[in-house]
């Protein structure tokens, strides 16, 4: 330990997720989420993402009661950052759990605590395996149960000496930590409402002695398949309702800034700031680009609903949320970097790469390289045969890319 450092401080000081929503807000725009991905959501994808504008980033659901008997568990699940680099090097995170048991989900919160920035419970996993054991979205039927799980967690991080409340020095301090839930809807909406209106507490006061800090909702249900459209009218009816009391985070078909199948005064060209671009990528737009959709003008108007969170377009294109429309190639350099600091296993690392190489979730289908380069690349067995091929393949594309350009220039 540093000489002169407040052992009573927390290990990795973060900055309490409220005040990014508050950021962004002052910002003129969304706040930006990286969803959990099981196997994906690790360390250098979160660095990536946070390096091109994304606030905030969740781990993979980890299985709370593994997590609390574990160190093994411990050490492979919740990845962090050091010091290195300062407080600004941070990646704001939130360690998402798959729990149905208020004493196991508190105990894990506590654990977590020191190094992230808040603690979210996964009510929205459509999985049969998470389902069968009372995780993930089966706890969209057992609201009492869920209200229960994270008044205990606030509770338990309270005591441990946590400043989990909202008023302005709880969230001012480098204490402070959030708790979350993040669900699924209901078939009927009414049975989703009495679920928000159970776990939220505050019997629609204000707000400021709510059980959670913010809502994520991802509009499908259980059963929905991710290629069917997001629920907007759900959407529109649960922001409505419960948007001026707690954030709202939307996940699902946050494919490009210029694409989202709703607007909002977050996405007012006059009203928002200019996100990160790099000049070298000349197929870098921002988020201001008007969309060249007629039908956006007739698009549903959600005022209160605070942020966006993308979890497969963000994987394909990390820098999504500095307003590119495809990945570019230095995301793949900086995820390269962050690996060498913070590896992943070689199938996954190599899973990360052809998802950034390929066409992405947006109307622009270009990719960095082609399909059969891309599979190339998966034939690799070894680090030194995946920087080569990469380095080959980047060579190539770049000869395709100049090539195309003179052709233009001489038309």
């Known amino acids: 330990m540093d000489s002169g450092v407040d052992e009573n401080e927390p290990l990795y000081p973060t900055l309490h997720p409220l005040k990014l929503f508050d950021a962004a807000k002052s ?42 008997r574990s160190a093994v568990a411990r050490e492979s699940d919740l990845s962090i950052s050091t ?18 048991s208020p004493l196991e989900l508190a105990r894990a919160s506590s654990l977590a605590a020191p190094y992230v920035s808040g603690v979210d419970l996964n009510c929205g996993c459509p999985q049969s395996w998470a389902c069968a054991e009372s995780l993930g979205a089966a706890l969209m039927e057992r609201r009492e149960l869920v209200r229960d799980m994270v008044v205990e967690t606030r509770s338990r991080l309270a005591r441990d000496g946590w400043a ?25 909406l009414r049975r989703t409402m009495d679920f928000i209106d159970t776990v939220l507490g505050d019997d629609g006061a204000c707000g400021w002695k709510r059980n959670i800090d913010w809502l994520t909702i991802h509009p ?46 977050l996405l007012d060209d006059s009203n928002r700031m200019p996100t990160f671009t790099s000049s070298a990528d000349s197929t870098a737009t921002t988020s201001t680009t008007p969309s060249s959709n007629p039908q956006q003008n007739h698009q549903l108007h959600l005022p209160n609903l605070a942020g966006l969170m993308s979890a497969r377009a963000l994987l394909a ?27 992943l296993i070689l199938k996954s690392s190599v899973h990360h790469l ?38 080959e393949l980047k060579a190539k594309a770049w000869v395709a890319t100049a090539a195309e350009k003179r052709v233009n220039n001489t038309r």
Request: net charge positive; charged share 25%.
């Open 27 to 68: 910002q003129g725009r969304y706040l930006y989420a990286c969803a959990p991905m099981v196997r994906y959501s690790k360390l250098a994808f979160r660095q990536t993402v946070h390096h091109y504008g994304t606030d905030l980033c969740w781990t993979p659901m980890i299985l709370a009661k593994e997590f609390n």
């Open 83 to 100: 010091r290195e680099g300062g407080p600004q090097a941070l990646v704001p995170t939130i360690a998402q759990f798959g729990a149905c």
């Open 164 to 188: 989990v409340g909202l008023s302005d020095e709880h969230i001012e301090s480098t204490r402070g930590r959030s708790v979350t839930v993040k669900i699924r809807v209901h078939q009927d």
């Open 220 to 265: 499908r249900t259980r059963k929905t398949p991710s290629s069917t459209p997001i629920d907007l009218e759900a959407l529109e009816i649960l922001t409505e309702k419960y948007g001026k009391r707690v954030p709202v985070l939307v996940s699902g078909d946050v494919f490009t800034l210029r694409t989202l199948p709703y607007t909002s005064h």
């Open 317 to 343: 294109n990390p820098a999504l949320f500095a307003g590119y429309e495809t990945c570019p190639w230095e995301a793949v350099d900086v995820f390269l970097a962050n690996l060498a600091r913070a590896p």
């Open 354 to 391: 052809t998802e950034m190489l390929g066409p992405g979730y947006g109307p622009d289908k270009r990719a960095l390289i082609g399909k059969r380069d891309r599979e190339k690349l998966t034939k690799c067995g070894n680090w030194i045969d995946v920087l080569d091929c990469l380095e």
